[in-house]
Nanobody, 127 residues
């Protein structure tokens, strides 16, 4: 089994930055792709972006491109989501996910593709 634990969410003002972390435990020596999703209030979960095992392939949704950066540290089994210039539309519960099958992919927008999920962390951006 794999456990994913997100941290770093909070309440910020528009234009501020936050960095989310997602620490994985279990299957420490298995390759995986990691992804970030978010679910705004009253809306469906949407794909924010993903990163492959080697870190050389990274995908961003158009809505966050240029503002968000995904990175990973495999030695720490941790993936990060650096969010800059936050907007009120970024308000959502943010989830990380792990995919042990498509470990060399960064673009897996469907939720069904991901094997494991974190519990989510709330990000609220006030305008």
């Amino acid at each position: 089994q794999v456990q994913l634990v997100e941290s770093g969410g909070g309440l910020v003002q528009a234009g501020d930055s936050l960095r989310l972390s997602c620490a994985a435990s279990g299957r420490a020596f298995s390759r995986n792709a990691m992804g970030w999703f978010r679910q705004p209030p009253g809306k469906e979960r949407e794909f924010v972006g993903g990163i492959n095992w080697g870190g050389g392939k990274i995908y961003y949704a158009d809505s966050v491109k240029g503002r968000f950066t995904i990175s990973r540290n495999n030695a720490k089994n941790t993936v990060y989501l650096q969010m800059n210039d936050l907007k009120s539309d970024d308000t959502a519960v943010y989830y990380c996910a792990a995919d042990y099958i498509h470990w060399d992919s960064s673009y897996e927008p469907g939720t069904a593709s991901w094997d494991y999920w974190g519990q989510g962390t709330q990000v609220t951006v006030s305008s």
